[in-house]
């Protein structure tokens, strides 16, 4: 039983590590997009106001609206994804936790215990909650502080 867990056990965190690179990808996406409001400001002080071109302020407009429609898609998805792998993770591994703290009680005599019943829903509570997506996100800080670094006026001068 032992050697069965551990195999179905591998298989899993094999099966959640593939969703996690896909998640990752919508993460640089994210934080891709997270760049809109500082360059449409940019653009704003830059372009709008010493030109006072009212074109240029409705199509940086247009541009940044789209693309805070796309980060807020890329978030709807990413979160429908943990929530489906959560799910998952239950109906894979829900059913075994049960059946092995069964099985320790009756043969091994043990007390009865659901604490891997329990590990399963806290961890499924993490996915699924708001937690999750700054630790995701967290190894996108540097690129983002380096373009924004980049752009300072103060370097550009």
Same mark, same amino acid.
């Given at each position: ?5 551990? @195999? ?13 690179? %896909? =998640?990752a990808l919508f993460g640089l996406c994210i934080n891709?997009?997270?760049? &809109?409001?500082? !360059? ?6 830059? *372009?709008? %106001? #010493? ?6 302020? =409705?199509? !940086?407009?247009?541009?940044? @609206? %789209?693309?805070?429609? #796309? ?7 990413? &979160?429908?994804?943990?929530?489906? !792998? /959560?799910?998952?993770?239950? *109906? *894979?591994?829900?059913? =075994? /936790?049960?059946?092995? /703290? ?15 019943? *329990?590990?399963l829903n806290t961890f499924r509570s993490f996915l #699924?909650?708001?937690?999750?997506? $700054? =630790?995701?996100?967290a190894p996108f800080a540097p690129i983002f502080l380096? %373009?924004?670094?980049? !752009?300072? $006026?103060?370097?550009?001068?």
């Open positions: 039983m032992k050697q069965k867990g551990h @195999t179905l056990l591998k298989e899993t965190l094999s099966k959640c590590r593939r969703v996690f690179v %896909i =998640i891709v997009l997270m760049l &809109t409001a500082p !360059l449409f400001m940019m653009q704003v002080f830059d *372009r709008v %106001i #010493t030109s006072r071109n009212t074109d240029t302020l =409705i199509m !940086l407009l247009l541009v940044a @609206t %789209i693309a805070l429609v #796309t980060m807020a898609a890329l978030e709807g998805v990413r &979160t429908y994804v943990m929530v489906r !792998l /959560s799910s998952w993770l239950d *109906r *894979r591994l829900g059913g =075994i /936790s049960l059946t092995a /703290s069964i099985y320790s009680t009756l043969k091994k005599g043990e007390d009865p215990n659901i604490q891997g019943l *329990r590990d #699924t909650g708001a937690g999750v997506f $700054p =630790i995701l996100d380096g %373009i924004m670094f980049l !752009l300072h $006026p103060c370097w550009a001068a």
